[in-house]
C-alpha cells in the first residue's frame, strides 16, 4: 500500500525550532515529488514548497521561502519540514503530499498531517 | 502575487448537478497549469480527486469530472450525493510554483 506517514503532533514555544516528517512506503521514494501544505486553524490550503527526492531539487512558494527548510533523506524515505525559529503564526496543520510530473502533474497520496502549536 | 479564485460557497439538491469553477489572476487557465482538484471533509486530511485537467484517480467516483470552461478549470459533479458536502480545492502550476485556489464550501441539501 502506498502511504506517506506524518511524525506527530508537537507544541512548541515561539523561538524554538522544530522539525517534521513525513515518510514514504510502499512505492519507489526517490521517483516522485513530495510538496508540503500548510492549513491554519478554518482556513484554506497553501502550497509551501516541494522536493524531488533524487537529487533534492527544492521549490520553494515566495510566500514561504526563507521561513522553512524542506529536504528528504532518501536513505529513509523521509521527507521534512523545518523552522529555525517559530512564531506564534505558524500554529497550522501541515501536510505533506506526493507527486508526480511524468504523464501529467498528479498529486495523489496525502500524509495524515501533523499538527504544529506555537504558543508561550 | 498570483490569486486563484473558486467560488465561496455552492449548494445542490441531492441528485443535482454542481460545477465547481477555478480561476487565475494571470489570464485564462488552460491545460499547462495542470489543474489538480482535491476534497477535504471537516477532520480530514484532502483527498484527490482529479488531475491535469480531466484526469480521475483510480478512486475517485464517476459523478466527478473536471474540465476547462470558459478560462477557468472546473469540477463537475453530477448526480451529488450527501457525502460530496465537503470542501473543494483546486491547485494550478506556474511553471514551478504551485497555488491553490481559496476553497468552495459545497453544501448538499
Known amino acids: 500500500e502506498v502511504q506517506l506517514v506524518q511524525s506527530g503532533a508537537e507544541v512548541k514555544k515561539p523561538g524554538e525550532s522544530l522539525k517534521i516528517s513525513c515518510k514514504g512506503s510502499?512505492?519507489?521514494?526517490?521517483?516522485?515529488?513530495i510538496g508540503w501544505v500548510r492549513q491554519m486553524p478554518g482556513k484554506g490550503l497553501e502550497w509551501m514548497g516541494i522536493?524531488?527526492?533524487?537529487?533534492?531539487?527544492?521549490r520553494y512558494s515566495p510566500s514561504f521561502q526563507g521561513q522553512v527548510t524542506i529536504s528528504a533523506d532518501k536513505s529513509i524515505s523521509t521527507a521534512y519540514l523545518q523552522w529555525s525559529s517559530l512564531k506564534a503564526s505558524d500554529t497550522a496543520m501541515y501536510y505533506c503530499?506526493?507527486?508526480?510530473?511524468?504523464?501529467?502533474?498528479?498529486?495523489?497520496?496525502w500524509g495524515q498531517g501533523t499538527m504544529v502549536t506555537v504558543s508561550s | 502575487q498570483t490569486v486563484v479564485t473558486q467560488e465561496p460557497s455552492l449548494t445542490v439538491s441531492p441528485g443535482g448537478t454542481v460545477t465547481l469553477t477555478c480561476a487565475s489572476s494571470?489570464?485564462?487557465?488552460?491545460?499547462?497549469?495542470?489543474p489538480n482538484w482535491f476534497q477535504q471533509k471537516p477532520g480530514q486530511a484532502p483527498r484527490a480527486l482529479i488531475y491535469?485537467?480531466?484526469n480521475k484517480h483510480s478512486w475517485t467516483p464517476a459523478r466527478f469530472s473536471g474540465s476547462l470552461l470558459g478560462g477557468k478549470a472546473a469540477l463537475t459533479l453530477s448526480g451529488v450525493q450527501p457525502e460530496d458536502e465537503a470542501e473543494y480545492y483546486c491547485?494550478?502550476?506556474?511553471?514551478?510554483?504551485?497555488?491553490f485556489g481559496g476553497g468552495t464550501k459545497l453544501t448538499v441539501l
Open positions: 522536493i524531488y527526492p533524487g537529487d533534492s531539487d527544492t
Open positions: 491547485l494550478l502550476y506556474y511553471g514551478g510554483a504551485r497555488v
Open positions: 491535469s485537467t480531466s
Open positions: 503530499v506526493r507527486g508526480s510530473t511524468s504523464g501529467g502533474h498528479a498529486f495523489d497520496i
Open positions: 494571470t489570464g485564462a487557465v488552460t491545460s499547462g497549469y495542470y
Open positions: 510502499g512505492y519507489s521514494f526517490t521517483s516522485y515529488w
